[in-house]
């Protein structure tokens, strides 16, 4: 079992950056494949940004240049910078952790809000 805790969203203005954090717990943090999905109002939840347990990255085209996404296996916690924020970064982001067997969880998401 593993139990993630998002952290970092907020209000900011067009242009502007956060960073998201989740923390996870409850499990080898290590062998999990981690990754960033967001859902907008009215939207289907859209995957982000994913990175391995060996550290490759991926993006989805939109946030590419802009967002990167990284891990500290000895803080268990997994990071996305968000960069160049536009209004339809808007959503609450999730984080979705799958160990290589494929058992999966979701933390419980963060509100990010880009508007002036």
């Known amino acids: 079992q593993v139990q993630l805790v998002e952290s970092g969203g907020g209000l900011v203005q067009p242009g502007g950056s956060l960073r998201l954090s989740c923390a996870a717990s409850?499990?080898?943090?290590?062998?999990?494949?981690m990754n960033w999905y967001r859902q907008a109002p009215g939207k289907q939840r859209e995957w982000v940004a994913g990175?391995?347990?060996?550290?490759?990255?991926v993006y989805v085209d939109s946030v590419k240049g802009r967002f990167t996404i990284s891990r500290d296996n000895a803080k268990n916690t997994v990071y996305l910078q968000m960069n160049s924020l536009k209004p339809e970064d808007t959503a609450v982001y999730y984080c979705?952790?799958?160990?290589?067997?494929?058992?999966?969880?979701w933390g419980q998401g963060t509100q990010v809000t880009v508007s002036s």
């Open positions: 979705y952790a799958q160990r290589p067997t494929g058992t999966a969880y």
């Open positions: 409850g499990s080898i943090f290590s062998i999990y494949n």
């Open positions: 990175i391995t347990s060996g550290g490759a990255t």
